[in-house]
């Protein structure tokens, strides 16, 4: 799976990676439906910590279509509300 993040770039993330990556987003979910903001902050920095460690970058010289695309990571607790609204619950 090719994610972006903007204002970062493109990380290609497989395997065991994507179903770890897709029980952080849950909770993230979950802390901006229950309104808890302490909660979404770390499960954002989660959800980006693991991209980055546990994915390869792709090179800016290749083009390659995202299949998922993540907020910038100093996206506020209120603009990701608006934001994750249609987002979806299964990334695989």
């Known amino acids: 799976m090719i994610i972006r993040i903007l204002t970062e770039g493109q990380y290609r993330l497989e395997g065991q990676a994507l179903t770890d990556l897709d029980?952080?987003?849950d909770s993230l979910l979950d802390a901006l439906?229950?309104?808890n903001r302490q909660e979404y902050e770390d499960n954002f920095r989660e959800v980006l910590a693991l991209i980055r460690g546990r994915?390869?970058?792709v090179p800016d010289t290749e083009?390659?279509?995202s299949d998922l695309i993540l907020p910038?990571?100093?996206t506020t607790f209120e603009e990701a509300k608006g934001l994750f609204v249609d987002y979806p619950r299964q990334l695989s």
């Open 23 to 25: 029980r952080l987003d």
């Open 33 to 35: 439906a229950a309104g």
């Open 55 to 57: 994915g390869n970058r």
């Open 63 to 65: 083009l390659v279509e």
């Open 72 to 74: 910038a990571p100093d």
